[in-house]
């Protein structure tokens, strides 16, 4: 099963590039919106994919949801080389028995990735 999660952004450009920089993300589609807005999917791993749209057309299209934020926790087994190259990562702590670190977007929107040990 593949997962899609829809993040709202003021800039797409930057957060694509975020996602594709940092992560290795790779561009899936770009999709022309209504109004010439751009919503890009880019693939974060084979089971899930960020849907990027700007903000701004969801404030015309969809304002109740608007300046929702996802909460998203990664799984990595690349973890400690992940928290050493991603610029914003932040301390290393344990929840629960699970190593977690957190990091933020060009936006200022803070994720969490945790170690994975399966």
Same mark, same amino acid.
């Given at each position: 099963?593949?997962?899609? !999660?829809? *993040? &709202?952004?003021?800039? =797409?450009?930057?957060? %694509?590039?975020?996602?594709?920089?940092?992560?290795?993300?790779?561009?899936?589609?770009?999709q022309t919106l209504n109004g010439g807005y751009q919503n890009v999917i880019v693939g974060i791993s084979s089971e899930v994919e960020l849907s990027i749209f700007p903000?701004?057309? !969801?404030? *015309? &299209?969809?304002?109740? =949801?608007?300046?929702? %934020?996802?909460?998203?926790?990664?799984?990595?087994?690349?973890?400690?080389?992940?928290?050493?190259?991603?610029?914003?990562?932040?301390?290393?702590?344990?929840?629960?028995?699970?190593?977690?670190?957190?990091?933020?977007?060009?936006?200022?929107?803070?994720?969490?990735?945790?170690?994975?040990?399966?």
């Amino acid at each position: 099963m593949k997962t899609r !999660i829809m *993040i &709202y952004v003021e800039d =797409v450009d930057m957060s %694509v590039a975020f996602w594709t920089d940092e992560f290795g993300a790779q561009v899936v589609a770009r999709q022309t919106l209504n109004g010439g807005y751009q919503n890009v999917i880019v693939g974060i791993s084979s089971e899930v994919e960020l849907s990027i749209f700007p903000r701004d057309y !969801i404030r *015309i &299209y969809s304002p109740e =949801v608007a300046e929702n %934020v996802p909460s998203l926790m990664f799984f990595s087994k690349d973890f400690d080389k992940l928290h050493d190259e991603l610029l914003d990562a932040g301390e290393i702590t344990e929840v629960n028995g699970v190593l977690t670190f957190n990091f933020t977007d060009p936006e200022g929107n803070y994720f969490v990735v945790a170690k994975d040990v399966e």
